[in-house]
Nanobody
Framework: QVQLVESGGGLVQAGGSLTHSCAASGFTFSSYAMGWYRQAPGKERELVAAISSGGRTYYANSVKGRFTISRDNAKNTLYLQMNSLKPEDTAVYYC???????????????WGQGTQVTVSS
């Protein structure tokens, strides 16, 4: 079955960096678009970044220029490099799979377990 296992969350000071990883299994990773979402306390879950099967990327305005999404199809792994972190980046971060190679206009069909990122000021 489809599994998305995340790692890499934690506590970091403002201005610091973290790298999230999402190990995928149970499907042909290279054929699917993937994304990173986050949910802060009291807020709705929001899309942070997405990458198509062909490598096309999308970023939310709030993270553009600071976060980088990438994928290693040989390792079946999705990454999110987060730089210049701000306290408002504090949230639970989720890895997600879309049902096709494109993320445009799509809703994920599978989710990771989520990992906490806390940015202290």
């Amino acid at each position: 079955q489809v599994q998305l296992v995340e790692s890499g969350g934690g506590l970091v000071q403002a201005g610091g960096s973290l790298t999230h990883s999402c190990a995928a299994s149970g499907f042909t990773f290279s054929s699917y678009a993937m994304g990173w979402y986050r949910q802060a306390p009291g807020k709705e879950r929001e899309l942070v970044a997405a990458i198509s099967s062909g490598g096309r990327t999308y970023y939310a305005n709030s993270v553009k220029g600071r976060f980088t999404i990438s994928r290693d199809n040989a390792k079946n792994t999705l990454y999110l490099q987060m730089n210049s972190l701000k306290p408002e980046d504090t949230a639970v971060y989720y890895c997600a799979r879309y049902a096709s190679g494109s993320y445009y206009g799509k809703i994920p069909d599978y989710w990771g377990q989520g990992t906490q990122v806390t940015v202290s000021s």
